[in-house]
């Protein structure tokens, strides 16, 4: 059995501001919809989508938990309905996640079929991550931005080469979602580099509904470009709430926020600026997963 090894942070790196991966993103993506979520903390009702994502890692994290030969199709199946009812009772806002739409039963089957298609494209017999579901974190830009993010699996070779694997239950993406995914694994490979001194050798999505592997292999002069970037994000997130200013920015991944009705593009209004701006992290960027 492995033992995951998660790097906590420390209490002064608690309280701090941070950024993750998912939170860069959501100022990529649209400034608006990063306040809304960062500094406003305005609650979302997790879609049947995200939720099948979160039930699915789950059942994964707790697979390696078996012994090796015991990681079957079967084993896996027979975990499906136990994180459930975890998650049920840990989340209580998963309670009406079926109101509309498809019944319990129908989610429950639609898990089993993701992990179908993990077992498709590996064999969790032969492999021993090195972590799971870790919480890595750094510091960058002379110690003015902490970088935070959960990696889903590690894999670390007998020579000591890193393969970080994250999975996706939504089908192999199209441009825009592809952009976001490698996004998020460069985010984790330069943590790695920064904490460990080693480039990872692959970064791997495992996209499940399509039983596909897509592998990334960064570098150093990448991986420093990247951090430029996110120094630079940082800059512009820190000039926006210093102005109070951050502008929606429509584009076809308006379809899937749940902020519409507060949004100016579609006739809303934001609500009044936070007098206090929260410190901290926002939420942990994992194991809940976009899909």
């Not at 993103?25 to 960062?38: E, I």
């Not at 129908?106 to 898990?111: E, H, I, K, M, R």
């Amino acid at each position: 059995m492995t033992v995951d090894v998660v790097e906590q942070p420390t209490e002064q790196q608690a309280h701090r501001p941070s950024l993750s991966p998912s939170r860069a993103a959501d100022f990529k993506t649209c400034p608006l919809l990063y306040r809304f979520r960062s500094i406003d903390r305005l609650p979302e009702q997790p879609s049947p989508d995200q939720a099948r994502g979160t039930l699915v890692h789950a059942v994964l994290e707790r697979l390696f938990d078996l012994p090796p030969t015991e990681r079957t199709r079967e084993q896996a199946a027979a975990l499906i309905e136990p994180q459930w009812e975890r998650l049920l009772t840990e989340q209580a806002e998963l309670a009406g996640l079926f109101a509309d739409g498809e019944s319990p039963e129908q989610f429950l089957v639609s898990a089993r079929g993701l992990l179908e298609g993990y077992f498709a494209v590996e064999d969790p017999s032969r492999l021993t991550p090195a972590e799971r579901e870790c919480l890595v974190t750094t510091e960058v830009d002379e110690g003015r931005l902490l970088l935070r993010g959960y990696i889903d699996r590690l894999d670390v070779s007998p020579g000591g080469e890193l393969r970080v694997v994250d999975y996706k239950t939504g089908g192999a993406p199209r441009e825009a979602f592809e952009a976001r995914a490698l996004f998020q694994l460069k985010f984790y490979a330069l943590v790695l580099w920064r904490t460990r001194g080693v480039v990872p050798r692959v970064l791997r999505l495992l996209y499940l509904k399509d039983a596909e592997i897509c592998d990334y292999t960064p570098d150093v002069e990448e991986l420093a470009r990247f951090e430029r970037t996110l120094i630079a994000l940082w800059a512009a997130i820190e000039k926006a709430t210093a102005a109070r200013e951050f502008r929606p920015k429509p584009s076809r991944l308006c379809g899937w926020c749940a902020h519409q009705a507060l949004c100016p593009a579609f006739d809303g209004t934001p609500p009044p600026f936070p007098e206090r701006i929260p410190a901290g992290p926002v939420e942990p960027d994992g194991p809940v997963t976009d899909e």
